[in-house]
């Protein structure tokens, strides 16, 4: 018996072009493998350097610490968001009780379909500088997520090179003044580039590079704090694409408003949360360098900190990529 030659054609025709549409979720793995150690190793050294001079808010070693960043954004081809003139938000003295003037640093990847729809992901860049002549580099604190934004960010370019960018918009946002009172985030959150009502999410990361005293045994693991507190949609997902791409141990021990470390309200997601934005906080716990000048970058563990950058990197993905928005169905009163 012959083949029906056309038929098997014209079935294979169809078969490969439903294939094209059904497998359009392309292998994520590629760019969560840009993520590397050498990468967070090679910017955390600059980053937490002595050059740097602990980054205190409005100091030359800030300023110096925020140019690095913008030249790695401008390395990897990224730019600032539209509507902005340069990489930075002035934060001026006066919103931060005398501090000298500091700056937001933004930097900006533009969305497919949805552009007008901001994922927030954020980290403070400011740490609390020089006290009695010693240096406080703040390695973990947040240098460890001052470097995840621009591995994320530069995972994020990779693919949109590649024409898989995220449909939603990610502004990548590392704030000044944290040390003192969440000044920065609480400067964008009242001084916002793009309204509020159309930002969807703040990921944020303080502190991912070391482990703390209840996880001696592994350090497989990342706090995560905030993220069912308004959205279920936004805890799922995070549940949802650590299962499928990351499998480390979400701990939720201090996930909740009447943690008496009140963690929750001790860093800059908190400001977005207060607007009813979804927000989540991803938190190593405290560690015997806390605020000491020995949160140095040789005792981060960098495979740690790989893993969590990779995760907060998938979460702002599916965020910016899946159909709906995380509808907000819980209140933060
Ligand atoms: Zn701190």
New binding site residues.
């Given amino acids: 018996m012959r083949t029906n030659f056309l038929f098997t054609t014209i079935y294979l025709f169809f078969l490969s072009s439903s294939f094209a549409q059904t497998t359009s979720s392309f292998d994520l793995t590629k760019y969560i493998s840009t993520i590397s150690i050498s990468d967070l190793k090679t910017h955390l050294e600059i980053v937490a350097s002595d050059e740097m001079e602990g980054r205190d808010t409005g100091t030359e070693g800030q300023k110096k610490a925020g140019v690095y960043l913008i030249n790695t954004y401008k390395n990897n081809g990224i730019s600032f968001p539209k509507g902005a003139t340069d990489f930075y938000q002035k934060v001026p003295s006066a919103f931060m009780k005398g501090l000298p003037d500091s700056e937001n640093i933004w930097a900006f990847i533009e969305g497919s379909e949805k552009p007008e729809e901001i994922v927030v992901v954020s980290a403070h860049y400011d ?1 609390i500088g020089i006290i009695d002549g010693e240096i406080y580099n703040g390695a973990d ?2 240098g460890s997520g001052t470097v995840a934004l621009l591995e994320i960010a530069q995972a994020f370019q990779e693919a949109k090179n590649d024409g898989h960018g995220p449909k939603r918009s990610i502004l990548f946002l590392h704030v000044t003044g944290e ?1 003192h009172g969440l000044y920065g985030s609480s400067y964008y959150t009242e001084n916002p580039l793009f309204p509020l009502a159309n930002t969807i999410s703040d990921v944020n990361i303080d502190m991912i590079g070391r482990r703390d005293e209840f996880h001696l045994k592994s350090n497989n693991y990342i706090y995560l704090i905030g993220s069912n507190f308004l959205s279920t949609d936004l805890h799922n997902v995070c549940e949802d694409v650590n299962k499928k791409y990351i499998n480390i141990k979400l701990d939720y021990k201090y996930n909740s408003r009447k943690d008496p470390n009140r963690f929750y309200y001790r860093s800059d997601h908190y400001n977005f949360a207060k607007h009813n934005i979804p927000s989540v906080f991803l938190f190593n716990g405290v560690h015997d360098d806390y ?1 000491q000048a020995s949160d140095e970058v040789d005792k981060i563990e960098f495979d740690a900190l790989q893993k969590r950058t990779q995760l907060a990197f998938v979460i702002a993905w599916e965020l910016a990529s899946r159909k709906n928005r995380p509808v907000v169905d819980k209140s933060e009163k």
Avoid: S, T
């Fill in positions: 740490h604190d947040d040390e605020h």
